[in-house]
């Protein structure tokens, strides 16, 4: 362990909230509840903000895999810190084998990717066909984040909806994505439903988060409550 790690782990162990520990942990079934701190999101976020400035923040950035879930998470903060794209997209794609877990994975969005939309749509296409979960869920999540409003199009359904895999994270973020889209675009997205486009499992899960979203009027939602499938 260098002298940044155990610096930062120090720090990591300040902030330590044992309950919060155990909270974290039964979220996430995956990570091992040894590798999980305690620290809340906020004392993070505000370490991150201050390591951010500090010339030892890049070298941290190098220093992968991390052995606990908080340096994962500071990780992931950092990188939404960079500042040019070329750099957070680098970034990015070093520590995305790396990542194991939904929350993780689920935080990183970094402001300057909305200013690079074409390219990343590219990276995009990439990340969805490399058969790693994480990998995978993120690409997914880039497309709901920044592709469901102006930017949206109507291949970008098509890209989501022939994603298949076994994994429970992928999954589920396929029928959030789609919820989400039924909330923004519902004319192009309803085909998806009515016809079936998507797994059973998948499908039904994307009607279930679609009703309990408030952006989706009442008749639609009766609507989408008979297209479940049995």
Same mark, same amino acid.
């Given at each position: 362990?260098?002298g940044i790690e155990e610096?930062? /782990?120090?720090?990591? =162990? !300040? @902030?330590?909230?044992?309950?919060?520990?155990? =909270?974290?942990?039964?979220?996430?079934?995956?990570?091992?509840?040894?590798?999980?701190?305690?620290?809340?999101?906020?004392?993070?976020?505000?370490?991150?903000?201050?390591?951010?400035? $500090?010339?030892?923040?890049? +070298?941290? @950035?190098?220093? #992968?895999?991390?052995?606990?879930? &908080?340096?994962?998470?500071?990780?992931?903060? #950092?990188?939404?810190?960079?500042? &040019?794209?070329?750099?957070?997209?680098?970034?990015? +794609? !070093?520590?995305?084998?790396?990542?194991?877990?939904?929350? $993780?994975?689920?935080?990183?969005?970094?402001?300057? =990717?909305?200013?690079?939309?074409? +390219? @990343?749509?590219?990276?995009?296409?990439?990340?969805?066909?490399?058969?790693?979960?994480?990998?995978? /869920?993120?690409?997914?999540?880039?497309?709901?984040?920044?592709? #469901?409003?102006?930017?949206?199009? $109507? &291949?970008?359904?098509?890209?989501?909806?022939? $994603?298949?895999?076994?994994?429970?994270?992928?999954?589920?973020?396929?029928?959030?994505?789609?919820?989400?889209?039924?909330?923004?675009?519902?004319?192009?997205?309803?085909?998806?439903?009515?016809?079936?486009? #998507?797994?059973?499992?998948?499908?039904?899960k994307t009607i279930q988060?679609?009703?309990?979203?408030?952006?989706?009027s009442d008749e639609a939602?009766?609507?989408?409550?008979?297209?479940?499938?049995?």
């Amino acid at each position: 362990m260098n002298g940044i790690e155990e610096k930062i /782990r120090r720090r990591l =162990f !300040e @902030l330590q909230d044992l309950k919060y520990k155990e =909270f974290a942990s039964k979220l996430m079934p995956t990570v091992n509840p040894d590798t999980v701190i305690g620290v809340r999101t906020p004392d993070l976020r505000k370490l991150a903000r201050e390591f951010s400035k $500090t010339p030892e923040a890049l +070298e941290f @950035l190098k220093i #992968l895999p991390h052995a606990y879930y &908080e340096e994962n998470n500071l990780h992931g903060f #950092l990188i939404e810190t960079i500042k &040019e794209y070329e750099g957070a997209v680098a970034a990015v +794609e !070093e520590f995305l084998p790396y990542i194991d877990n939904w929350a $993780t994975c689920d935080l990183i969005s970094p402001k300057i =990717f909305k200013k690079h939309l074409p +390219e @990343l749509y590219e990276k995009i296409n990439v990340w969805l066909i490399s058969g790693r979960t994480y990998t995978v /869920r993120f690409g997914i999540g880039m497309l709901m984040s920044f592709y #469901l409003d102006d930017s949206f199009r $109507t &291949e970008m359904l098509e890209l989501v909806a022939a $994603t298949r895999s076994d994994e429970y994270y992928v999954n589920m973020m396929i029928a959030w994505y789609f919820a989400t889209a039924l909330a923004k675009q519902y004319e192009a997205s309803l085909p998806y439903i009515q016809e079936q486009r #998507l797994e059973k499992w998948t499908h039904n899960k994307t009607i279930q988060k679609a009703i309990e979203s408030y952006r989706i009027s009442d008749e639609a939602k009766a609507y989408l409550r008979t297209l479940k499938v049995k």
